[in-house]
Each structure stands twice: as C-alpha cells, then as structure tokens.
C-alpha cells in the first residue's frame, strides 16, 4: 500500500506569512498532484509534476516534485485569508489501471 | 460546460435501507473513480470504472457496496442495508485518459447520513 503522509497536519498562520508544507512517502509515484478542497465541496486540482525535481508556480504557489519522485513541498508566499482551506496531495501509481492516493490532507487557515 | 455531477448532494437513510449515489462525469471523459471521505481519514479509493466495466474495485467493501458505469447514463454507487459507518461524503472524480497524469475532476459529493 502506497502511503502519503501530508505536514503539518494543521497550521495557522497571520496574513502576509510565508508558509512551506509537506508530502511525503517512500513510494515513487509516477505522477503527484496538489489539490485544495473547501468546506461542502469537492478537491479542486491547482497542480500536477511529472518530472523529478520539477518547479511549477500558480501565482503565490510553488510547488516542487522531490528528484526521486517520493515527495513534494508547497510553498505560499505572502498567505491570504482566502487560502484558507484543505491542501491534499495525490500520488498516481505506476503501471496499468493507476489511480491516486491521497494523503490526509492539511488544513490551513489565514487569519486577516 | 457542467463539470462533474453528483446527485443528490445530501442522502439521509434509516439503517438498513439502501442509498443510491449517481454521478454524471464531464463530457468525454469516460474514466470515472469513486472516493469515500472520513473526517480526518482523507479520501479512500474505493472503484474505478470505465463504461460497462469495473477496472479497478480493490477498495469496495466486499459486502453490501457495488458499482456500476452503464453505457448510457451515470455511474451509480448502491449500497445496500446501510449501518451507520457508512455515513460519509463520497466523491466522484471522472478524467479522459487512463494513467492520466492531468489530474482527475471531483464532484461536489453526496454526503450520506445513516440514521
């Protein structure tokens, strides 16, 4: 069984913090997939990295792909009360019929 | 240009009866996967589907759950004589391509309450 262990589990932050969080796993994943989830609704993609080692930025975000495609990090610069919300990462298995396994996820909340 | 859609969005049950959670996935996407959502458990892969096959059912409970993705219509998810461990929101995620590595598109979900 593939595991993702998502870091911190909670965190609060004031507005205009910066703020760094986790994924984690001792599987390799062929792909891994950040998505954000509000209360009363479903998880909304915002990422997908491919390539070990790989950046991609969404405006404040910036998310890299770990070299050996294991893990992942999350990184908001300058924190709105509008991210506030469940950040869940998703790891798609290898080979044929792959489907993805999420972590637990990490609540966020940005105080004004 | 609906995305994915889940009815209904909230399902009471007594124990015992049986729930039925349809999904309709985005047009011309024909992949379509079935997640169970606990408070502090994260989502659960339970089935993947394409049309008129079940690839995939390694996370369905063995008894009472089953799945279906008809050639015409939506996906359905039924599970029968409901106990209240199954009250949960569940999610139905749809993408184009197997291995799809451009990600998947949720639902809002059925939020299912056993009573």
């Known amino acids: 069984t593939q595991l993702l262990e998502q870091s911190p589990q909670f965190l609060s932050i004031q507005e205009g913090e910066n703020l760094t969080v986790y994924c984690n796993s001792s599987?390799?994943?062929?792909?891994l997939q950040w998505y954000r989830q509000e209360p009363g609704e479903g998880p909304v993609l915002l990422v997908t990295?491919?390539?070990?080692?790989e950046v991609k930025k969404l405006k404040r975000l910036t998310f890299q792909f770990g070299d050996a495609r294991k893990d992942s990090s999350l990184h908001i610069t300058a924190a709105q009360p509008g991210d506030t919300g469940l950040y869940l990462c998703?790891?798609?298995?290898?080979?044929?019929?792959?489907?993805?396994?999420f972590g637990k996820g990490i609540t966020l909340s940005v105080r004004p | 240009n609906a995305g994915v859609m889940q009815n209904p969005r909230h399902l009471v049950r007594r124990r015992g009866q049986e729930a039925r959670l349809r999904c309709s996935p985005m047009k011309g996407h024909s992949h379509v996967y079935w997640y169970r959502q606990l408070p502090e458990e994260g989502l659960k892969f339970m089935v993947y589907l394409q049309k008129e096959n079940i690839i995939d059912e390694s996370g369905m409970p063995k008894e009472r759950f089953s799945a279906e993705f008809p050639k015409e219509g939506p996906s359905i998810l039924r599970i029968q004589q409901v106990v209240r461990g199954d009250s949960a929101a569940y999610f139905c995620?749809?993408?184009?391509?197997?291995?799809?590595?451009?990600?998947?598109?949720f639902g809002s979900g059925t939020r299912l309450t056993v009573v």
């Open positions: 998703a790891g798609e298995s290898t080979g044929a019929n792959s489907k993805l396994t």
């Open positions: 995620a749809s993408s184009p391509l197997a291995g799809d590595s451009y990600g998947y598109t």
């Open positions: 599987s390799v994943f062929s792909s």
């Open positions: 990295v491919v390539t070990g080692g």
